[in-house]
């Protein structure tokens, strides 16, 4: 199997981007599902998660998100400018940057900066979180600056991306409350909440949230791009072994669908938190 840094697939597979208008689908019955996970969680578990706001000192805003061993640092950073193709049409412009540590993972990686490029896997990876981000924030409203998100990964145990659009939502979020605070925007132009979740298909059948331990050895993973009132932004899915069926497709989205839930409250504790302070 063809794999990244942090237990993302690098190969072939499915790639399903939301459509303006099109719904959400129900998950089929029929999961095959076992509860014998290594980490000891039932099928629909996800690790633990928790979001800590203000890490980052001088940002606008900036959230430290922790799932299971996978830790990301999300920062958001404004900037009274927009990129030359956007200048004079009175909108904003929301991206992302991506990147790991040298040793966020269990043996030590060169930083591109020294290689002078990019990996593939990091300009997709900052380009999902970018499109995440976009799809939920009125661009218009925001007017003509930019807000990039730095999501620097601290350490890997797989659901690196997932964690990165999940906290920079956070991040981004407090931004916006600061900007609208300090009445330099007159709303907060959100127009809904992001998170995103890993799901695979495994010896024990369709499990939710994969650890890189679980994401190395599945036949199918699949980080689905979610929103709060049921939109779907993205979806990512690769079969390694053999094809997988609707069916599992669907119970995959059923647990992502139930998954999402834990993060969007993590995410509104952490707002809510962070602005009653």
Known sequence: MARGKGGQSQSGGLWIRAKPGVRTLTPLSGSGISHM????????????????????????????????????????????RVPPFLKGKGTGWITAEYGMLPRATHNRGSREAAKGKQSGRTQEIQRLIGRSLRAVTDLKALGEMSITLDCDVLNADGGTRCASVTGAWVALRLALGKL???????????????????????????????????????????????????GIVEIQGTA???????????????LAKHGVQKLFTAQNEAIGTTEAA
């Open 37 to 80: 996970r290594p980490s000891g969680r039932a099928h629909d578990a996800m690790r633990a998660v928790s979001i800590e706001t203000g890490f980052a000192r001088h940002a606008e805003g900036s959230a430290l998100i922790r799932i299971g061993g996978t830790e990301v640092l999300c920062v958001a950073s404004v900037e009274q």
């Open 180 to 230: 609208h605070h300090g009445r330099v925007l007159k709303t907060i132009p959100l127009t809904g909440q992001v998170a995103a979740v890993s799901c695979g298909l495994t010896a024990n059948g369709a499990v939710l949230d994969l650890d890189y331990a679980e994401d190395s050895a599945a036949s199918a993973d699949t980080n689905f791009i979610l929103t709060a009132n049921g």
């Open 240 to 254: 390694e072994e053999k094809p997988f069926s609707e069916n599992e497709f669907f119970t995959l989205l059923g």
